[in-house]
């Protein structure tokens, strides 16, 4: 299902070279003041064309909003907005529909739907339709941002190119202000070359190549979550890995704590003031799926973008041989830079609906 | 909340030190025959005392199926099993109602319920709770048995010590189905001296370790899962991260497809005589939420134990001022190994809830 | 929450006043046709100004679809469709926002929604939020009526004037067809001309008028529906009172059942060549939450329209008084004619998901 | 299936003569004190042979609480109370399993769950069940109660003899105190003595009797609820057709409203010092399924027993032969009685979830 969420539903609709893509936002409060230029600019920071190493397709991202909003302000109504496409099918998807891309939802897609799913360029598995999510999350943080919630992601990685970390102890509203308006997030700004180089490089060698979003909620009060199955780790990740292309998640110390000693891994509790909060952060904000009052910090690792240039193996469904495929058209090498504001998005629509869940919001 | 699940749903209850544990599994299909021998030899695989590098408390975990089994038949009516507890609640956890220990959700759950949770043991937060879990999946793992669904996990890692993985395009079902018998389960078992050796040496020093736990699903049919955020690893996810101490989770090739070129990380597809297979698997048997027929295979990192027998620093709630506690009792040095059929139980449970939103079960 | 379903999900979205409203409809089966003549044809039946006695403002419902259809045919990926707005906000609410109207949402949604929500033509409480569960209704009646089931409904009384009932053992498929296609629903057409009469008498005299809607959904496998809370009358009651005016419902004999002993409200089975068929259907299709096979029969009781053109007594929300308001406009003195195609959607949508839930679609 | 509820979810579970039932309630507020005095009066209204024209088996109901509750107080955890089953499977059900009973779930539940289901004493059909959502009622109206909201109930009418109806606009807490004190619960009680002689009339006759009980939820503040389908009708109605007989559910003036004018029916609103209230309650304290602040009244229609003694007529699924068949054991004449705290029980669970829902818990 296309849909998420318990307190604030989001439902997302749309295929890639359909009549358009939205999302419906059911369950917001009312009486919340929503900036348009801020959310149409979150929505920028995804589309295409922006960065110069992405993808040089031409998207109007403009979402119309057709309820839910009177003078700019939530009505509680549930909110749909709806991105038109300009890109409309044109059927010279033809070897795709028989033969699978590697990497790519095509086959499993044809399977599950019978071969009835639309797959012009790429469909409902569309990169395209995180814009939809964007949206919501534009939305949602702004909300959030009302009650000193902050939330702030940048490219920890691209290939074997490290940004550095967010210190999880201390990450100031200005560098999650910061990140947030950016268009190739990083806390380090002097990475962006060498990261521009290398992914130029694999579009040169008509590959691609995977990276890792990191990603930090400030601000989240202690208390909010719930044991087991409505964990904030639960939570996160069931809607994150709703991004194309995401393959693992971990929350503060996350698969480092697995070669840890407890003596290590624990984060020692201190009065700062009349707070409680931890020397170190190796939780992550997260204990037994509840808030601590500690950043929330948590990483997706990205797979390569699997549309490449070069010559790949794979089936021909229809006489059950095996065949090659070279996928034409523009893509971007590489994901990463492009998610950044993705990842801020679900984490936002999640974080959203934890606080409703007790009662926060 | 503890209830998990849409079309099989489970609903989790009980304390450590309370009067029972247990779960309600409703929606199961009617007339499939369960083996309650194989479900305790489940259950035994987590329990304490079986192995001897966990902790030497008593546990006797005799589950009493209450409901929705006759003729050690399910009759498609809600199943209710409960355990009863014998270790009842003693008083003597005094110190950490008011100095939560660090890494333990005493701090999280003491806001999250406003003091009024049961501390005992670890109360609902405990490990103590998977048992029910272990109990769900065992039933759930007998019914995707026979329809060739096979799950097998484990010790991936404890601390840096590895075993061999998996080799994600050949998992014979001799292997999961030895791996879902073992107490210590490993693919090399060489490893066990070297792991039980750093198991000790972090008893001896009043430490603990964390560890990886690889879970292999082998069987599942392609077409199953759907996209967004009912996709496989959305679902997997979001019941995985219930088990305590999970800090992490990834999919096939995972974070390491972070660091991999497209050529690289892409499976080409093949005709295996009629079926379509990969070269490859670091797609993990899940491609846009959908499973390709390959195995699906996933780790969750285990962070170490937070009960350690040494001297840590905290909080006193009461007077705000800092403090020291040291943690009594004996505990796991390394939960990983019991966490092993637990990995399992969730992969079955979300497997067979998998299975029915698309009419496979 | 305006949202429903689990198996098949709706989540509606609009105010009468505002850009637009539509549907999105996410876990259709795929490869389904659909004929968008007969989609519109069922629109156009609860659309205004399709009959005399119904208001006479114009709205023009064409439904844009957005996504999840390809070829006529539903791809498996969310259904979006859209219904632009032509009537605007017009600003002339004004007295209505603080003197709430008697009979409608005005007051309670202004408590609600701390007097956020658009009340311009009701808002999103407005009768026309219908329209797009008539859409969603007659996507899925083609659906079930591929699969052999069929919904059907008719006036069954306008104030104290009563048409045949259903033969309740006995439904032929020309009777549902028929109703299926009609403005003016009756079983007995000689009913018309007195309920025409009733209706514009409460015209003249500036009231208005309920009724009830008799709805038969033949073709029903028997075994779907669950026990408890997911029977079939729980079911179709929860999407039912979320038509606006419905204050009531019931199954079989439903009401009438209260009065009766259990030897004449027994249903004795029988049987009809290999089928098991009941003599009578007090029971309404339904034992135990289950369809038994036999036509599932509800009733859904609408209150008159609570606008009505004379002086009514109501509040003043600024200063705390009481005040008198008179209701401008052109509505309906009885919206029971053109709920009879939203009733019917509201079963259809109902259905899909019982069928969902037990395989069965 | 048998679970219901958002933010306080219940999970029932038990068949009539299996090791036992009862239920899990999951999200309940911490830090509730529980009177099990006063929970264990309510289960005991429901129990047989409280009243002697009910059943005269005997249940000895005592729940036996094993988690959620510390000090008789809520923790937050799921608070899970079995209640053991005494009687236990006797084997003498053989002809029902294949010679269904008529108006019983025999036939349905066999369709259902391919005959695997328990059919003892009706197995998970069983009125017996409603044992544990009496306790789960008792739990959420203490927890109400505290916050001034009072819900009680009464017979309205056993066949045609009718108890009075509340006044709907004036509901003293006196009356609800009494009401959800009563084993036979009238408003009238001089009707007493006519009820019991229709029902022993009826069991003289081997026959039985339906009824209908009137609900009144008190102190309900204004804007709890939700538009379209989370609106009160729609989370009452999918609880109360949970409980076994329940053939139809009104609202406030109901299916009478259908027969009004909009003059009669409007409910104008008036200042009672700051209070918006209304002079007449056809609304039955919902509109637009959100809360008015009047009392919530709502009469759930009950069918006759199906269980008589008398002859009927049936099936045998084995030969495909019509048969006859005499049910044995005794067998309430009228349910009415009894199930007068079970819709209490319902409506209170309905309540605590429509105001966590809004935040109001």
């Known amino acids: 299902m296309s849909s998420w969420g318990n307190g604030v539903k989001i439902s997302i609709f749309g295929e890639s070279h359909g009549?358009?893509?939205?999302?419906?936002i059911d369950g917001l409060p009312s009486g919340e003041k929503l900036d348009f230029d801020e959310i149409y600019r979150q929505m920028s920071r995804r589309a295409p064309g922006k960065d110069k190493t992405a993808t040089q397709r031409l998207e109007k991202d403009i979402p119309e909003v057709?309820?839910?909003?009177?003078?700019?302000?939530?009505t509680g109504a549930p909110l749909c907005a709806v991105i038109k496409n300009t890109n409309t099918r044109s059927g010279d998807y033809g070897n795709i529909l028989f033969c699978p891309r590697p990497g790519h939802a095509d086959y499993t897609g044809s399977v599950r739907y019978n071969g009835f799913n639309d797959i012009s360029g790429g469909g409902h598995f569309s990169g395209r339709l995180t814009a939809p999510l964007v949206f919501a999350g534009a939305v949602c943080r702004q909300i959030l941002s009302r009650r000193g919630i902050k939330i702030g992601a940048h490219i920890f990685s691209i290939g074997n190119i490290k940004d550095s970390g967010f210190d999880p102890v201390n990450i100031p509203n200005e560098l999650t202000d910061?990140?947030?308006g950016e268009v190739f997030g990083l806390i380090d700004k002097t990475k962006e070359t060498e990261m521009r180089e290398l992914i130029e490089q694999c579009r040169m060698e008509c590959d691609s190549i995977g990276g890792i979003v990191e990603c930090a909620i400030v601000g989240m009060p202690a208390g909010a979550g719930s044991p087991m199955f409505d964990g904030i780790e639960n939570v996160i990740s069931s809607i994150v890995f709703g991004i194309p292309a995401v393959k693992g998640i971990e929350f503060g110390a996350g698969f480092a704590a697995s070669g840890m000693r407890g003596s290590q891994n624990n984060d020692e509790f201190y009065y700062d003031g009349d707070t409680v909060r931890t020397r170190t952060n190796n939780h992550g904000g997260i204990l037994g799926g509840i808030s601590s009052g500690m950043p929330v910090v948590f990483r997706a690792a990205f797979k390569p973008t699997p549309?490449?240039?070069?010559?790949?193996?794979?089936?021909d469904l229809r006489n059950h041989e095996n065949t090659k495929i070279i996928i034409k058209g523009r893509h971007d090498p590489c994901v990463v830079i492009r998610a950044v504001p993705v990842v801020e998005a679900a984490a936002a629509v999640a974080v959203i609906n934890i606080l409703k869940d007790v009662n926060m919001l």
């Open 19 to 24: 009549g358009g893509i939205g999302v419906v």
């Open 178 to 180: 910061r990140l947030s």
């Open 66 to 74: 057709l309820s839910g909003v009177l003078n700019d302000t939530t």
């Open 307 to 315: 549309s490449i240039s070069s010559e790949q193996n794979t089936v």
